[in-house]
């Protein structure tokens, strides 16, 4: 009786290491994935054509 005990434990530990596994590789996942949209997102903005003070020159105002 206790040695089936003891092999409920280690299964129960088995399958919580096995679980643990597939949280860590979505974790790593989910955090490559941001860093890959970050880049992508800081080199698109920086390769606009006009720079950050050119944007659009107001027109004078109507009364003036």
């Known amino acids: 009786m206790a040695e089936?005990?003891?092999q409920v434990e280690e299964q129960a530990q088995e399958e919580?290491?096995?679980k643990g596994g597939k949280v860590k590789k979505f974790f790593?996942?989910?955090i490559l994935a941001a860093i890959a949209a970050a880049a992508v997102r800081f080199f698109r903005?920086?390769?606009?054509?006009f720079e950050e003070d050119?944007?659009?020159e107001l027109p004078p105002p109507a009364g003036a």
């Open 4 to 6: 089936e005990q003891v």
């Open 16 to 18: 919580s290491k096995k």
């Open 28 to 30: 790593l996942f989910a």
């Open 45 to 49: 903005g920086r390769s606009s054509e």
């Open 54 to 56: 050119e944007w659009q």
